[in-house]
């Protein structure tokens, strides 16, 4: 069997389940246009690095709202447990559910799962560049107003709201890396989400803008 025919990890289970596409397909009367792989170690790295900007960042917008512009930290063994319960399974969890939603609002049909330290959304249908951007985008978007909300209406549990804005969008840094090189191609293309990137492609005939 050609390994572009191969199906994809865990395919034949439940829709919702099905593991990610991991090599490119080759869709009759198209032609590929990108090819992107993220740069794993290089992202989480950044990842990392994002937390204390992200961190100034939202206790300034917090404080511009109306909210807490500052938090001090008290360490308790509670306090390390739920804050690691929050980043280790309440962020992914929330942070993929958000993806597939809006992946099943444009007409995908998501499947969830896990890997070595991360967790994925994806699916096997193709989409547009608009779309692929919005499901990209949406966990960052919608869970910072929303966190942000919290912020400001709950100040009382100011320093676990930061904790899940600051673990949400440090983990968003991939999503803002597809977006940056998704932003890139041209109307009209169809985009196939992959295990490791996208990979996008053009109808023949269509020709690619300079």
């Known amino acids: 069997m050609d390994e572009r025919d191969a199906p994809p990890l865990g395919q034949g289970g439940p829709k919702w389940l099905q593991g990610p596409r991991r090599v490119p397909p080759d869709p009759p009367g198209y032609r590929r246009v990108a090819y992107d792989r993220i740069p794993m170690n290089r992202v989480t790295l950044l990842g990392l690095i994002s937390a204390p900007i992200w961190l100034g960042l939202f206790l300034f917008v917090s404080g511009a709202l109306g909210g807490p512009r500052e938090i001090s930290f008290h360490i308790t063994f509670v306090g390390v447990?739920?804050?690691?319960?929050?980043?280790?399974?309440?962020?992914?969890?929330?942070?993929?559910?958000?993806?597939?939603?809006?992946?099943?609002?444009?007409?995908?049909?998501?499947?969830?799962?896990?890997?070595?330290?991360?967790?994925?959304?994806?699916?096997?249908?193709?989409v547009g560049k608009?779309?692929?951007?919005?499901?990209?985008?949406?966990?960052?978007?919608?869970?910072?107003?929303?966190?942000?909300?919290?912020?400001?209406?709950?100040?009382s549990i100011t320093g676990l709201t930061l904790v899940f804005l600051v673990g949400n969008a440090a983990g968003a840094v991939g999503d803002i890396w597809m977006a940056w090189r998704t932003r890139r191609l041209p109307a009209g293309v169809r985009i196939y989400d992959l295990a490791d990137g996208f990979v996008a492609y053009l109808p023949e005939g269509k020709d690619q803008p300079a």
């Open 81 to 126: 447990l739920i804050a690691l319960a929050l980043l280790l399974v309440v962020v992914p969890v929330v942070h993929e559910a958000v993806h597939g939603i809006v992946a099943q609002l444009t007409g995908a049909h998501p499947s969830y799962g896990v890997g070595p330290g991360y967790a994925y959304t994806t699916f096997l249908e193709p």
């Open 130 to 155: 608009g779309e692929y951007l919005l499901i990209g985008l949406s966990p960052l978007v919608v869970l910072s107003v929303i966190g942000l909300a919290v912020l400001v209406l709950v100040p």
